[in-house]
């Protein structure tokens, strides 16, 4: 049984679900938690922040994506929106390049015996 969608939200869907407690007006500054400091889904390591930065700029909302453990005031001028993960992230050796991934809705047609694929962050 896949469970991923049942216990996690897409980018777009926390975009929205951020959106909807604010009446549907982007106001105040969306604050992605739990994403990039390990890797345990089966899409790459670097899409959720890269799906979370692409669906709030395409609504017009301010988001935060602070380095893990980087302080930072919600309410400055000097928000932390560049996507760092990207200096960091290395594709899944196995990947092909630029074949499309699931992202957290369809289990991955076959599993390797390697298990799933990790990419490596340093």
Known sequence: ??????????PEEGVRAHLDLQ?????????????GTFNLAPHPW?????GTLAA???EGTAVALPI???PFEPS????????????????????????PRACGRKKPA???AAGPEVAEVG
């Open 68 to 70: 893990p453990g980087e």
């Open 110 to 112: 076959t599993p390797t």
């Open 23 to 35: 009446g549907g007006t982007p106001h105040g500054v969306l604050l992605p938690i739990h994403w």
């Open 76 to 99: 400055s001028d000097d928000m932390p929106d560049a996507p760092w993960w990207r200096a960091v992230a290395r594709a899944p050796q196995s990947a092909a390049a630029g074949a």
């Open 1 to 10: 049984m896949w469970i991923w969608p049942d216990i996690h939200m897409r």
């Open 46 to 50: 670097s899409e959720p922040g890269d």
């Open 56 to 58: 709030a700029r395409a």
